[in-house]
């Protein structure tokens, strides 16, 4: 995992799979974000191939989270089979998908 700033933007970079040996790592690590003075939140699927349930429980969590907040996260990067997941599951419903980190900084930049 890797965190780093973009003009308001913080994104959590995930550079591997989230399984039950380290989902209490992500949980922690996105709380921890969620605490952060920024406003806008990426995080950035691009490297995933693989999520278990408690990781998407998690985000779901922060997601709400960040909306009572008055935060906003937003996810990047889904790539195939996994976007079918977030398809099945309706994360677009109450949270905004983007292609890429770089849509969702101009979608930032722009609200």
């Known amino acids: 995992m890797q965190i780093y ?3 308001r933007v913080t994104i959590l ?10 989902s209490d790592l992500f949980r ?11 406003l806008h939140l990426i995080l950035n699927l691009e490297h995933v191939t693989y999520l278990n349930s408690s990781a998407l429980g998690i985000i779901a969590d922060i997601a709400i989270k960040a909306k009572e ?17 977030f398809e099945v599951v309706k994360f677009d419903t109450f949270m905004k998908i983007f292609s890429t980190a770089e849509e969702a900084i101009d979608y930032f930049e722009q609200h």
Do not use: C, Y
Request: hydrophobic share 30%.
């Open 28 to 38: 922690t690590t996105m709380q921890r974000l969620l605490n952060h003075p920024s």
């Open 5 to 7: 700033q973009r003009s």
């Open 69 to 85: 907040a008055e935060k906003e996260l937003v996810i990047t990067g889904i790539q195939s089979p996994m976007n079918e997941i």
């Open 13 to 22: 970079d995930i550079k591997s799979e989230i399984t039950i040996k380290n």
